[in-house]
């Protein structure tokens, strides 16, 4: 073989910092301050440096200079699924309030699976991401993983909330906001209730179930509950079973604990011949816009969740660069209330019922 053929077929080498500067006729050092954003270097300079690195095609490799400088501007947003409008929206609130002081948001989409949970975790950490935004799957959520880590990012629990108690969190009043529903209901003359919810190692699986079966406790009422998974079909099904006794029998109000549950519900209700709210009434955890645009509208508690996302921006901002020499203290727990919502899907049981 040819031995010029032999160099030509190799990769040519990635340009470095020191070529940028040879190239423009200056210092290493100030191609490396207008690549970092530093504000010792002047407007002109910078630019300079920016459009001759752009034709050079020099890229940062990003991951040593997080090792060089201890500092990666990285946060992780660790989550189930931005299937769901609550998540997706929850994102973006994050994304602007982190990205005004610099920092860059990295999403990771576990599916409730604690491999899948782990493994972003994991895969943050190798990334020296500075904090973690993380929505935990498991009881022990990011704490176990976290333990054996010298100097371990901070970790700002968002809307769930493990039984570690290490991490900060910021989560929304699902108990009051349940009891909240149930008094509602009741107060239209419901006694017969049910209600449709997630898996229950989740801390918002249990403080909704739990605070609408305080709810009716205290008019001496009994709720049917079923355990399941937050998605629509799981609901379609186990309402087609919940519902289908005779009128004098099955419930007459229906909470399904979560977006997803709600359209599940509907369909299946609507299969069934059953109106909302003339045969049966629907209320439902959180409020996505189509909440407001179906026929009927549905009754809600819907969590603050612009407020929310700020409240964890910033959390996590005060524990990754704190100003001064500030002692750091321990886990900080904020509960922000919600708001009922009543629309049409809610109202009296039928007559006779």
Same mark, same amino acid.
């Given at each position: 073989?040819?031995?010029?053929?032999?160099?030509?077929?190799?990769?040519?080498?990635?340009?470095?910092?020191?070529?940028?500067?040879?190239?423009?006729?200056?210092?290493?050092?100030?191609?490396?301050?207008?690549?970092?954003?530093?504000?010792?270097?002047?407007?002109?300079?910078?630019?300079?440096?920016?459009?001759?690195?752009?034709?050079?095609?020099?890229?940062?490799?990003?991951?040593?200079?997080?090792?060089?400088?201890?500092?990666?501007?990285?946060?992780?947003?660790?989550?189930?699924?931005?299937?769901?409008?609550?998540?997706?929206?929850?994102?973006?609130?994050?994304?602007?309030?982190?990205?005004?002081?610099?920092?860059?948001?990295?999403?990771?989409?576990?599916?409730?699976? *604690?491999?899948?949970?782990?493994?972003?975790?994991?895969?943050?950490?190798?990334?020296?991401?500075?904090?973690?935004?993380?929505?935990?799957?498991?009881?022990?959520?990011?704490?176990?993983?976290?333990?054996?880590?010298?100097?371990? *990012?901070?970790?700002?629990?968002?809307?769930?909330?493990?039984?570690?108690?290490?991490?900060?969190?910021?989560?929304?009043?699902?108990?009051?906001?349940?009891?909240?529903?149930?008094?509602?209901?009741?107060?239209?003359?419901?006694?017969?209730?049910?209600?449709?919810?997630?898996?229950?190692?989740?801390?918002?699986?249990?403080?909704?179930?739990?605070?609408?079966?305080?709810?009716?406790?205290?008019?001496?009422?009994?709720?049917?509950?079923?355990?399941?998974?937050?998605?629509?079909?799981?609901?379609?099904?186990?309402?087609?079973?919940?519902?289908?006794?005779?009128?004098?029998? $099955?419930?007459?109000?229906?909470?399904?604990?979560?977006?997803?549950?709600?359209?599940?519900?509907?369909?299946?209700?609507?299969?069934?011949?059953?109106?909302?709210?003339?045969?049966?009434?629907?209320?439902?955890?959180?409020?996505?816009?189509?909440? $407001?645009?179906?026929?009927?509208?549905?009754?809600?508690?819907?969590?603050?969740?612009?407020?929310?996302?700020?409240?964890?921006?910033?959390?996590?901002?005060?524990?990754?660069?704190?100003?001064?020499?500030?002692?750091?203290?321990?886990?900080?727990?904020?509960?922000?209330?919600?708001?009922?919502?009543?629309?049409?899907?809610?109202?009296?049981?039928?007559?006779?019922?």
């Amino acid at each position: 073989m040819d031995t010029n053929d032999q160099g030509s077929s190799a990769a040519a080498p990635r340009p470095t910092v020191q070529d940028v500067a040879r190239a423009l006729g200056v210092s290493t050092a100030t191609v490396s301050r207008a690549l970092s954003g530093s504000p010792n270097v002047s407007t002109a300079t910078r630019e300079k440096v920016m459009r001759g690195a752009a034709q050079l095609g020099y890229q940062p490799n990003v991951l040593a200079r997080a090792l060089r400088q201890e500092r990666s501007s990285l946060v992780g947003l660790v989550v189930p699924d931005v299937r769901s409008d609550f998540f997706a929206a929850a994102s973006s609130v994050l994304q602007r309030a982190l990205e005004e002081h610099g920092f860059r948001l990295i999403l990771g989409i576990t599916g409730d699976d *604690p491999d899948a949970d782990r493994d972003y975790l994991v895969t943050l950490l190798q990334h020296r991401a500075e904090g973690i935004v993380h929505v935990p799957c498991t009881d022990e959520g990011a704490a176990p993983l976290l333990g054996g880590v010298p100097t371990p *990012p901070p970790v700002v629990e968002f809307l769930r909330q493990s039984r570690s108690n290490v991490a900060d969190t910021v989560v929304s009043n699902e108990r009051e906001g349940a009891r909240q529903l149930a008094e509602h209901l009741i107060a239209f003359g419901h006694r017969r209730l049910a209600v449709l919810a997630g898996p229950d190692r989740f801390s918002t699986t249990r403080d909704r179930v739990g605070g609408f079966v305080d709810g009716a406790d205290a008019h001496g009422l009994e709720v049917e509950v079923r355990y399941g998974l937050y998605d629509h079909d799981w609901t379609h099904r186990e309402t087609l079973t919940l519902m289908a006794g005779d009128a004098e029998t $099955r419930p007459t109000a229906l909470f399904a604990a979560g977006n997803r549950l709600v359209s599940g519900a509907l369909q299946a209700l609507s299969e069934l011949g059953l109106r909302v709210p003339a045969d049966v009434s629907l209320v439902g955890a959180d409020d996505p816009d189509w909440f $407001r645009g179906c026929t009927p509208s549905v009754t809600t508690f819907a969590a603050p969740l612009e407020q929310m996302g700020l409240v964890a921006a910033q959390t996590l901002l005060g524990r990754m660069r704190p100003k001064g020499r500030q002692p750091r203290v321990g886990p900080i727990h904020a509960l922000l209330g919600g708001q009922l919502i009543v629309r049409g899907s809610s109202g009296p049981p039928a007559a006779g019922a």
